[in-house]
């Protein structure tokens, strides 16, 4: 065997054994999905305490494998892996263990220059308060997601815009709105001056604006409420209409012959007793002064006239329902019951001295007794025993 065939062999079984290396450290033949699934040296987020997270992309244009993670243009990781689910993408990463970055962070795919690779930006949510932390695990939400526009894509819209978008047209509006505003630059300054006005009210009564709208908005749901009665009355009101219609000749007919009847006798009475109907209006206008005078006084005599000795108002005191209120008062004292039940017979007067003798002093209102007169001495509460 010569040289060169030991030298041919030896590089065959070195070849054989550097592919099942790779083949063993990228786990087998499942595991390889190119040269770019190749764990590359230097990169971040692969050290210890690195950490894993996911974000779902609603499209990753051209993302590979171990392109960069960036947080305020500084690398913090690298795309682990670029897979399908569902109808997304969805895209693993590792991150370098000191890139904190809140919970509800954003995941953003973008161009690291004009021609060059595709990079995932990761930042804190804009206009919203960062909340929580990531951490090992973390998914990130399609909502929380999105793509830059792609050198293609710029180039692609600008051409629709250069060539079928209507940018030959501009031309020819420039110049037409050019005549049409020839010679009326002040009309066209005041009616510029007018609309700022206009708007400048319209933003003064914007609080009212709102107000009428709820109202009105308030209306049309009360309408909606009694639409079933709404409904009922739109169709009989033609009904009635279409029998007003249908009787117009017999009722102005009627008002005629009512005119015609009533219109004659009534003027020809006023006419002859126009003169005495003023007098008697002159008579009665010192009268009604008066009962307007009387007030209260008139209204509470009427009490006393409908109701013989006892007025309204204390009836309605007294009778509250099925029972009626009643207070009473009675003297059972000597002289009291003597000039009650004992004037002018054989005992008169002996009451009033029993009471006499058991210490009345009669001195303080006169007595039945010795004034002869029951009228003169009235009952007093506190005349005593």
């Known amino acids: 065997m010569s040289r060169y065939s030991h030298w041919r062999r030896s590089g065959a079984v070195l070849l054989i054994t550097l592919v099942v290396a790779t083949l063993s450290g990228c786990g087998g033949l499942r595991g390889f999905r190119g040269a770019n699934s190749l764990p590359l040296p230097g990169r971040v987020g692969v050290g210890s305490g690195a950490y894993t997270i996911q974000a779902q992309m609603p499209d990753v244009q051209n993302l590979k494998e171990n392109s960069r993670v960036e947080l305020n243009d500084v690398v913090i990781g690298n795309v682990a892996k670029v897979e399908r689910q569902g109808w997304h993408a969805l895209v693993t990463m590792t991150i370098d263990p000191n890139a904190e970055l809140p919970a509800n962070a954003t995941a953003t795919i973008g161009q690291t220059s004009l021609l060059g690779t595709l990079h995932v930006e990761l930042a804190p949510p804009p206009g919203v308060a960062p909340q929580g932390k990531l951490h090992n695990g973390s998914v ?19 051409s629709l815009v250069l060539n079928g978008g209507g940018l030959g047209q501009l031309q020819d509006i420039t110049q037409a709105l050019s005549t049409a505003f020839a010679g009326r630059e002040l009309d066209l300054r005041s009616l510029i001056q007018q609309l700022d006005k206009f708007t400048a009210y319209l933003n003064d009564q914007k609080g009212d604006i709102i107000a009428a709208l709820d109202s009105f908005n308030n209306l049309v749901g009360q309408l909606a409420e009694h639409k079933p009665a709404l409904d009922k009355a739109l169709k009989t009101i033609p009904d ?27 003027a020809d009475v006023l006419e002859q007793t126009k003169e005495n109907l ?13 009962l307007a005078n009387s007030g209260l006084a008139l209204t509470r005599g009427l009490d006393y006239l409908t109701v013989p000795l006892f007025s309204k108002p204390p009836v309605a005191k007294w009778i509250r329902g099925d029972y009626g209120n009643l207070t009473g008062v009675f003297d059972l004292t000597l002289s009291r019951l003597d000039s009650s039940f004992f004037t002018g017979t054989r005992w008169e007067g002996n009451l009033t001295e029993l009471e006499l003798q058991w210490g009345r002093t009669l001195g303080v209102m006169p007595s039945p007794y010795t004034a002869r007169n029951p009228l003169v001495a009235p009952y007093h509460f506190n005349q005593g025993p």
């Not at 990130?140 to 600008?158: H, K, N, R």
């Open 278 to 290: 003023l007098k008697e209006l002159g008579d009665v206008g010192p009268v009604a002064q008066s």
């Open 140 to 158: 990130i939400p399609l909502a929380s997601a999105s793509a830059y526009p792609s050198t293609e894509q710029t180039l692609g819209a600008l």
């Open 240 to 266: 009635a209409l279409a029998v007003l219609r249908d009787e117009r000749v017999k009722i102005g007919d009627a008002f005629d012959v009512l005119g015609r009847n009533a219109g004659g006798p009534a």
